[in-house]
């Protein structure tokens, strides 16, 4: 694109995030490149930060559905955004020189919600979520455990989860999706290749484009050619950024 209509299209993005951001107590940390950096939870207390973030999120995306046709329709290039949402004990306030301070948050937490906005593409989900958020959002939203996890900078793998739906929202099919995939998930850390690939076979049947059932179904045929052997613990390694 031109630069001129490349800053005209994320100014308008921008703009029409954090309405939404703002709507569910967010604060705007900072713009970086293409995306949005935001907290919940700070400079003031919000109770239930971890869910509000979470509907932020599927409110993000929706109106981005909204948006997308739009878009296309003046010529505008399809968008698609990865979101990464971590709760934990952060460093928050003003960082900077003597001269100009940045209001910011530093710590574990904000490195890991990089990292899975890193992984949703590579899912090919739209919103991936720690352990710790999952806890506080599972009971206001359908999520999905998408895998265990050892994401670049730690040690200890991580399980992580989709943001798949509000319950209340949530249809029949989206449901049967969800269910198919754990029980493929499950019958896949017990090695038991043929049978995992069934329901994620029957996963793609009612939902074609479903990344995670694309990805476990590849891996199932890998690792029936060559087994991991004895001692595999499941983890999945991430291998960038």
Known sequence: ????????????????????????EGTLDKFIKDAIMAI???????EGHGLKAVHAALDMRDRLDQLRPKWLAEGKP?????????????????????????????????NL?????GTAKVYGVPIVLSENTWLQAREGVLTRELDLLRVVGKKQPVRIFEAVERMGKATDAVRTVVDQFHFGLSLYRQQRWDDAA???????????????????????????????????????????K
């Open 198 to 240: 069934k329901h994620f076979q029957f996963v793609l049947s009612v939902k074609a484009d479903d990344g995670p059932a694309r990805l476990f179904l590849d891996r199932c045929a890998r690792f029936k050619a060559h087994p991991p052997g004895p001692g595999w613990d499941t983890v999945a390694d991430m291998q960038s």
């Open 1 to 24: 694109m031109k630069p001129q209509d490349l800053v005209q299209l994320l100014n308008e993005y921008f703009d029409e995030m954090l309405k939404i951001v703002t709507h569910y």
């Open 78 to 110: 399809e968008i698609k955004v990865g979101m990464g949402i971590a709760t934990d004990a952060v460093i928050v306030g003003n960082v900077g020189s003597s001269e100009r301070l940045n209001y910011t948050a530093m710590g574990d937490g904000v």
């Open 113 to 117: 919600a990089s990292r899975l906005e």
């Open 40 to 46: 919940y939870g700070a400079p003031r207390t919000v």
